[in-house]
């Protein structure tokens, strides 16, 4: 099964809905996970970094979304254990949105989520639009957000998500469904997903 551009737009699209409503077997939504690690003593940054160390472990684990491998049949295009990363990795970026308290319904605010899967590029995609990273996301930054810039930022992510998935993706695609990847797989996912929850923290929290 090949990885394109539209396939990851839809693999997106198909994880963000997941990652609110539930669905995937095992799993808590984005609010009951946002609500867990508000219960959590310390600084609000604090209970996000622990956020964050727990879906590291998660999404480097083989067969987390075993759901994936089998009980849920896939409505798009994309290898299942890729499909999971993208599900686990916007289910926390969205989970430390709600912690932020954001409206993580709102197409800006998820337009927004899937950019901090670009990783470290994202500072470049966002200042294209009028959003400077290391700033808090305000309301002022969503309004800034029009729908021309909505589009812009959700085909640059489309492409830099394919590119990466091109690129480190040879070893993914070539995995055994269900889970039973390889340790240099399993790295990557959870790498990925530190970045991911490290700039999702920096628009949404700090």
């Not at 003593?41 to 083989?62: F, P, Y």
């Not at 690129?167 to 390889?182: D, Y």
Request: glycine letters at 12%; one cysteine or more; proline letters at 2%.
């Amino acid at each position: 099964m090949g990885v394109t551009q539209q396939s990851i737009s839809k693999a997106l699209d198909w994880g963000y809905e997941k990652a609110l409503t539930g669905g995937i077997p095992g799993t808590n939504t984005a609010y009951e996970l946002a609500e867990e690690y508000l219960q959590y003593k310390g600084e609000l940054r604090d209970r996000v970094n622990l956020l964050i160390r727990w879906q590291n472990a998660r999404s480097a684990t083989s067969g987390f979304v075993t759901g994936l491998g089998g009980a849920v049949t896939l409505p798009i295009a994309i290898p299942a254990n890729i499909a999971s990363v993208l599900y686990i990795q916007l289910r926390m970026v969205a989970a430390i949105a709600i912690m932020g308290g954001h409206d993580v319904k709102d197409d800006k605010v998820r337009t927004v989520a899937y950019a901090c899967l670009c990783g470290n590029t994202v500072a470049e995609l966002l200042k294209d639009v009028g959003i400077q990273l290391g700033k808090k996301f305000s309301e002022q930054a969503l309004k800034k957000l029009s729908a021309e810039s909505i589009r812009k930022i959700n085909e640059a992510v489309g492409f830099r998500l394919f590119t990466k998935y091109g690129k480190t993706g040879v070893i993914n695609l070539h995995r055994v469904i269900p889970f039973v990847g390889g340790v240099t797989g399993a790295v990557f996912d959870g790498v990925s997903t530190n970045v991911t929850g490290k700039i999702a923290r920096k628009i949404f929290i700090e």
